[in-house]
């Protein structure tokens, strides 16, 4: 739960901006990264991954961590480089017995999305993933929707019964 908050929140704050764009933006990538991980679990049941959640932590630890690489992340006392991080962690869970297949579907789904998202653009100049537009719509009416029509500071009172 720590990395989940942690990072998606950093996701959302650090990289996609604080607006209804940048809200679309980030559940295009959960969309994304959740479609891809869920074609390869049926595609390959040999893998038993009947639980993805950690494999999308995974892929939004890593396309954080590659968004901002040199970053220095400290991990029980040592610093580390952002963009070693996601493996870091894989190699400590390898070391205490557990499983890292579900890290490394989360890893490669990452490294897909930013590879399509950051790479493709900036290196051969086409873009081939961007968000669709009818999230952009829907992520604006809901943000419509919570706003206050008027002061809410000013105004009178009313009894709740």
Known sequence: MYFLTNYVGRLESEVFEQSPRGTADLLFLLGFCGLIMMLVS???????LQFLGSSLVFACMYIWSRTDPFRIVTLYGFSIKAWHFPFVIMFLTLLMGGGVGANVIGVLTGHL???LWRIVPNRYHKQMLSTPEFLFRLVDRTAQAHRPRFNWQQGGGGRLN
């Open 42 to 48: 049926y595609f390959m049941p040999g893998l038993g």
């Open 113 to 115: 999305f930013f590879f």
